[in-house]
């Protein structure tokens, strides 16, 4: 626990065992076995994520499947660092002196993460790491390219950085604190930088979300002046989705606020800050809002909607469904919404400090990563339904009955 005295008030039991450099690279590690999970039962299902995200198909059968590739990856990734976690251990043996001094055995690690991710081998996800950079380099100004170029893609992958916000906020503190040689693997400094420094990198994922959105609407906008058929109207669904983004920016000036909180330097008294905060009920409005699109905008399901009562599905879902079970919705969408409601571990007067303890921001921010690699599963199934409506594939429907070729019109994103 943190402020154990037997291991001195610079580090945290926690942080003797895992430090913040492996913390963020264990994170990243899980997320590309979680996608590799993602492709893999997708492809079991015959949902073709691969034509979705508009990536080339294998031109041969010689050639490893997607979820194989990145299998592959997953363990070249996964080796050493389970070699340098292990050499981390029994060098420093929970000695918090050794702990400090041996923190470039994490910072090589990190080194190497980075490099596997760029270096141009081959035979392990070669091309599938060129085009994660090239997507990512389009994304990281909020770019978004049109449908047939793999619009899709950049959304997925967008989303997954507003899940991974605050691991990026991590892997910065880290960096920072190496650099002015406070020692990565201290006791995490989070106003390294300044106090807003990393508040603002938290910001980044939904600012690219929030501009992707605008430039949809915009497309969509011009698209209706000119007269032209267009599947999203005037386009006032992405304006919609711009604001689940926007509603994040509050919450994470608050916390900022609260956490460098000085008496008085803000003109507001703690009590008043902390009415403030639950006053304004930012957080409540974005996690619920969030949590309401993704039932009934990214998984199209009609729990919010008049629909729901439909004889022709099972309440609160919709009719073409590739998961067999309708169990799985119900619980998924359970799991979605306590998950996205972790705003409940602050608000608690009895939790008020679970976020200030190491052991507890990383559980958070795995919870987290977990959440979203459910989410992908759902979405995807989403817009597989969207693109294909049914067609050759057997797709549940009400009653298990399979379907074969059935027109159905969603709208898209």
């Known amino acids: 626990m943190d402020g154990d005295p037997s291991v001195g008030p610079s580090l945290d039991s926690f942080s003797l065992f895992l ?20 492709l893999h039962y997708l492809n079991l299902i015959k949902i073709d994520v691969p ?38 251990w029994v060098i420093t043996q929970g000695n918090a002196k050794s702990v400090l ?14 490099i596997c991710f760029i270096l141009p081998v081959s035979f392990i996800s070669g091309s599938g790491r060129h085009r994660f950079l090239a997507t990512l380099r389009r994304i990281s100004i909020g770019g978004i390219a049109e449908a ?34 406070t020692g990565s693997t201290s006791k995490p400094d989070r106003a390294c930088g300044g106090q807003f420094m990393v508040p603002i990198i938290l910001a980044i994922p939904s600012l690219i979300r929030l501009r992707q959105c605008l430039i949809e609407y915009g497309r969509v906008q011009r698209a209706y002046n000119k007269g032209g058929p267009s599947k999203d109207g005037w386009g006032g669904q992405h304006l919609a989705n711009a604001l689940k983004y926007a509603t994040a920016f509050p919450v994470i000036i608050l916390s900022a606020i ?23 009920l930012f957080v409540l409005l974005n996690s619920f809002y969030s949590f309401y699109w993704d039932v009934a ?12 009562e439909n ?23 359970g799991l979605d919404f306590v998950l996205r409601c972790t705003w409940s571990v602050k608000l608690s007067p009895h939790l008020d400090h679970f976020n200030d303890v190491e052991g507890g921001i990383f559980l958070m921010e795995v919870l987290e990563v977990f959440r979203r690699w459910v989410w992908i599963f759902f979405r995807v199934e989403t817009e597989w339904v969207r693109s294909n409506g049914g067609r050759g594939l057997p797709v549940v429907v009400d009653q298990d009955i399979l379907l074969g070729e059935f027109p159905v019109k969603f709208d898209e994103d």
């Open 19 to 38: 430090p913040l450099p492996y913390r963020v690279s264990l994170i990243i590690v899980l997320g590309v076995w979680a996608w590799g999970a993602n």
């Open 51 to 88: 034509s979705l995200i508009r990536y080339p198909g294998r031109t041969s059968h010689t050639l490893p499947s997607h979820h194989l590739s990145t299998y592959r990856l997953a363990t070249l990734l996964t080796v050493p660092l389970g070699l340098s976690l292990l050499l981390f």
């Open 101 to 114: 001094e041996w923190e470039i055995l994490p910072n090589i690690y990190l080194l190497i993460l980075v």
């Open 148 to 181: 047939q170029d793999g619009k899709f893609g950049d959304i997925l992958m967008a989303d997954a950085l507003t899940s991974y916000a605050k691991v990026l906020g991590d892997l910065f503190v880290a960096l920072c604190m190496f650099v002015t040689r």
């Open 258 to 280: 609260q956490r460098g909180y000085e008496d008085g330097k803000y003109g507001l008294s703690e009590a008043g800050l902390f009415r403030l905060w639950y006053g304004l």
């Open 297 to 308: 905008k990214d998984w199209d399901l009609s729990l919010f909607s008049s629909d729901r």
């Open 311 to 333: 004889p022709q599905h099972p309440w609160g879902l919709r009719r073409l469904r590739h998961f067999h079970a309708k169990e799985i919705y119900y619980v998924v969408i």
